[in-house]
């Protein structure tokens, strides 16, 4: 099981996920640190915009599918959506409480980071077994 889920197909998720998220963490820091945005409209800027180049680099680079375009997009924006809400979600109540002695900016800037790490997992088993499943 453990060989199957950690193939090629893991590791072109894993760089394309390198390039997307160095596109979308530039766009929610910059959001929330410069523009002043919020914590939720910064860190949801990252996966409207990040999504769209997401969606096209691993459907053309990373599974090669040749699904249907429609139902694809919509599988692929409830995975993102349901991954960012559960990721996200988590991330500020925990980080908050773990470093309840720090100023929110410290602990809004370290939930982002952390919401990022639970989506990045999420997202790769939501992508692999349901976006993009291979019919067997």
């Not at 692929?76 to 979600?89: D, K, Q």
Request: include cysteine; aromatic fraction near 20%; hydrophobic fraction near 50%.
């Amino acid at each position: 099981m453990l060989q199957k889920f950690f193939d090629k197909t893991f590791w072109k998720f894993i760089l394309v996920g390198i390039v997307n998220t160095l596109f979308g963490t530039a766009i929610m820091f910059v959001f929330y640190n410069v523009l002043h945005l919020s914590y939720w409209i910064s860190s949801a800027s990252n996966y409207f915009f990040g999504s769209i180049l997401s969606y096209f680099l691993n459907r053309t680079v990373t599974f090669r599918s040749q699904g249907s375009h429609l139902k694809e997009i919509a599988r692929f924006a409830a995975n993102i959506t349901v991954c960012y809400l559960c990721a996200y979600g988590v991330a500020r109540p925990l980080v908050r409480w773990v470093l309840s002695g720090a100023t929110q900016s410290i602990q809004e800037n370290v939930a982002m980071l952390a919401g990022m790490c639970f989506f990045v997992a999420l997202n790769y088993i939501g992508q692999r077994f349901f976006v993009f499943k291979k019919a067997d």
